[in-house]
């Protein structure tokens, strides 16, 4: 797809349009780099996600001492240990997951809601999950000002979010250490688990996961990805004498 159309496209689908002043026009162009140069050449050929990504304004889902480096290519801090994705993981995961217009989709810490307004853009039934209270409090103001149609759910991401299942896709927006209990009894009958799997051999690496009758997973692995673990999935440190 060109340039020419897939800005076409963008403005055919975007819910949200930039203020004509100077700041929001910097931000566009910056954005309209960021896909350019990020995410295009890593192989993201999904028209949907491309459009997406040319409106959805990712600085205003960073608190403000960070909305500068909104589109630069860095995973970049939110507090607590909680972190904004680069966007070409973003979009080589969204795109991995092969979400679906009508799908229910459980974001799993969703932070301050990028990703999860990226796949409620591609058409999906979106929930997003978030415990920590000013992560979400800049996570609602940030899809309620984008008009992206997102469910907030503020409960333990260790927990799910069981009265909202089943889903067809859990997707966690950062790394975890191994695929979480909750999964098997909250997806969907062929329901896919997505994410950044970091387990303890040293590898980091984007996976789709569906469970097997024997209660464990068949997951297959796509791309290397260096993502912070979020940290309700981290193991206890072990102790050493």
């Not at 996570?139 to 997102?150: E, H, K, L, P, Q």
């Not at 260790?158 to 997806?187: H, K, W, Y």
């Amino acid at each position: 797809m060109t340039y020419a159309a897939d800005r076409a496209l963008t403005s055919v689908t975007a819910p949200y349009s930039p203020e004509t002043n100077p700041v929001a026009l910097a931000f566009d162009d910056s954005r309209q780099r960021m896909v350019d140069d990020q995410v295009r050449p890593l192989e993201v050929n999904d028209p949907r996600i491309i459009a997406a990504m040319r409106v959805l304004p990712r600085e205003d889902a960073l608190p403000e001492n960070e909305q500068e480096f909104a589109y630069s290519d860095l995973t970049l801090p939110l507090g607590n240990g909680r972190y904004l994705l680069q966007p070409m993981v973003t979009a080589r995961l969204v795109q991995m997951a092969d979400v679906q217009p009508g799908q229910r989709v459980l974001v799993v810490g969703a932070a301050t809601g990028y990703t999860a307004a990226l796949v409620a853009m591609l058409g999906a039934e979106v929930i997003a999950q978030e415990e920590d209270e000013a992560l979400l409090a800049i996570g609602t103001s940030f899809t309620s000002r984008a008009s992206v149609d997102v469910s907030w759910s503020q409960s333990s991401l260790a927990s799910g979010a069981p009265e909202s299942s089943p889903f067809d896709l859990i997707l966690f927006d950062g790394a975890i250490e191994e695929i979480p209990r909750f999964c098997s009894t909250q997806l969907a009958e062929n329901g896919r688990v997505a994410g950044i799997l970091r387990p303890n051999d040293g590898t980091s690496s984007a996976f789709l996961a569906e469970a097997e009758k024997d209660e464990g997973w068949s997951v297959r692995r796509f791309f290397d990805a260096d993502v912070p673990v979020l940290p309700a999935f981290e193991r206890p440190a072990a102790f050493a004498f």
